[in-house]
């Protein structure tokens, strides 16, 4: 069960798109869509943001973004905003041997 | 509106078994579907899924963990408690409980993230 791999980090400017990379297998990014996004500002937990590649729950603006090709998943946060600046983790469920996995998460800067 | 909330000890000492509660309200273990999680993130570091329960009492682990896990539901009182054996200064972490709504609702995702329990282990 390894993580999947995402960039340490990621910096753009206030108004700015900026894509962060999800990197997996054909065993688990490859195979299943269930494929999510979390944000999470110091100190506080987890908050989705994307499910099932490109789907935004409630609440969550449309600047956010998701997609996927082949093995690597991308989540997009365009119109960059400083209340975006926070760590970004991917995950997936990728079945009832892989089961839910995250990425090492990826510290978005808004400069 | 559902939250949910952790609870239990903030210091164990190594070979120590930890127990951890999470108490939700806003939805039910008893719908159909429905699931909670348990993931830690240790200090400055990333994310790690350790265990879920289903609705039906279906119970999934972390493979690499599975033989010190035990989660467990208790529906009437709205909790899941998850036990961890064999404590080790390497499972320090802080440790989430979360909801994983029907598939159809967030497509097996954490919809909802209880606020965190801070796990230290140290003699």
């Known amino acids: 069960q390894s993580a999947l791999t995402q960039p340490p980090s990621a910096s753009g400017s206030p108004g700015q798109s900026v894509t962060i990379s999800c990197t997996g297998t054909s065993g688990d990014v490859g195979s299943y869509n269930y494929v999510s996004w979390y944000q999470q500002h110091p100190g506080k937990a987890p908050k989705l943001m994307i499910y099932?590649?490109?789907k935004r729950p409630s609440g969550v603006p449309d600047r956010f973004s998701g997609s996927k090709s082949g093995n690597t998943a991308s989540l997009t946060v365009s119109g960059l905003q400083a209340e975006d600046e926070a760590d970004y983790y991917c995950g997936i469920y990728a079945g009832t041997n892989n089961l839910w996995v995250f990425g090492g998460g990826t510290k978005l800067t808004v400069l | 509106q559902i939250t949910l909330k952790e609870s239990g000890p903030t210091l164990v000492k190594p070979t120590q078994t930890l127990t951890l509660t999470c108490t939700f309200s806003g939805f039910s273990l008893d719908t159909s579907a429905v699931g909670v999680g348990w993931i830690r993130q240790p200090p400055g570091k990333a994310l790690e899924w350790l265990a879920l329960i289903y609705w039906d009492d279906e119970k999934r682990y972390r493979p690499s963990l599975k033989s010190r896990l035990t989660i467990t539901k208790d529906t009437s009182k709205n909790q899941v408690v998850l036990t961890m054996t064999n404590m080790d200064p390497v499972d320090t972490a802080t440790y989430y409980c979360?909801?994983?709504?029907?598939?159809?609702?967030?497509?097996?995702?954490?919809?909802?993230w209880g606020q965190g329990t801070m796990v230290t282990v140290s003699s």
């Open positions: 979360a909801h994983r709504p029907p598939i159809a609702t967030a497509g097996n995702a954490f919809a909802m």
């Open positions: 099932e590649v490109s």
